[in-house]
């Protein structure tokens, strides 16, 4: 796809939704890289409702420590691979309070030393908190650049290359959050909602669904009309 029709869908897509945000909730960007950390495999409605009263409990590393595993735990149940979980956000905020001061490290290489961070998730803290040029590739982001041709790639790696070429800079910083809403509400895995897509008209993908034809009228409502008309 080329940087022209690319840069028309992402105007599309700023014109639907000019501040597109993340929907997890955090604080501070330790609170964002436990909140991003624990999204693994949960919905982001699911992780804002742990972290309510995780986060009113501890907001820095070190409360968080300070809290131990088992409390931790305690707040995070509902979620998918809690007790990992519970493990990786000790781990994580004792390394960033014994190697980093308590600051969230700003950095690609030193986030993603962190226990239960992965690129994704750098990535997003990066962009999100520091304001980082930076497109993280979540399974949405990946299903979207495929589909619309924005940036063709059999790994998330891939994607990430071929959107940061096809994405003008002043787009950078809100891409990933365009591309994943867009792929939560519109273009989903199972039946992409096409006839509703802003961006349907530029979109490559083969397969798009068509609008809904109007349902027939019930037999007995269409006599009783006829009947009216007689």
């Not at 968080?64 to 595993?69: F, Q, V």
């Not at 979620?79 to 956000?89: E, F, M, P, Q, T």
């Not at 960033?96 to 030193?110: F, L």
Request: charged share 20%; hydrophobic share 45%; aromatic share 4%.
């Amino acid at each position: 796809m080329s940087r022209a029709v690319a840069a028309q869908i992402y105007d599309r897509l700023a014109a639907a939704n000019p501040e597109p945000r993340t929907e997890l909730h955090y604080l501070n960007p330790f609170t964002l890289v436990v909140a991003v950390a624990l999204s693994a495999q949960a919905t982001d409605k699911s992780v804002n409702k742990a972290t309510k009263g995780l986060f009113a409990a501890a907001s820095t590393p070190e409360a968080m420590l300070a809290l131990g595993e088992d409390g931790v735990a305690a707040h995070i149940k509902t979620i998918g691979l809690w007790r990992n979980k519970a493990k990786n956000i000790i781990a994580l905020s004792s390394i960033i309070v014994d190697k980093h001061g308590g600051q969230t490290p700003q950095d690609r290489a030193a986030l993603e030393a962190l226990p239960g961070v992965g690129r994704k998730t750098a990535n997003v803290v990066l962009a999100e908190a520091f304001g980082a040029e930076t497109i993280a590739v979540d399974t949405h982001v990946f299903r979207v650049a495929n589909r619309t041709g924005l940036a063709k790639g059999k790994t998330p790696e891939q994607v990430e290359a071929g959107l940061m070429k096809a994405t003008p800079g002043p787009r950078l910083r809100q891409a990933h959050h365009w591309l994943i809403l867009h792929g939560r509400y519109t273009c989903l895995a199972r039946k992409p909602r096409c006839p509703a897509c802003v961006i349907a008209a530029l979109c490559r993908y083969k397969d798009k669904t068509p609008a809904q034809a109007a349902k027939p009228a019930p037999k007995a409502l269409t006599k009783r009309a006829a009947a009216e008309g007689a």
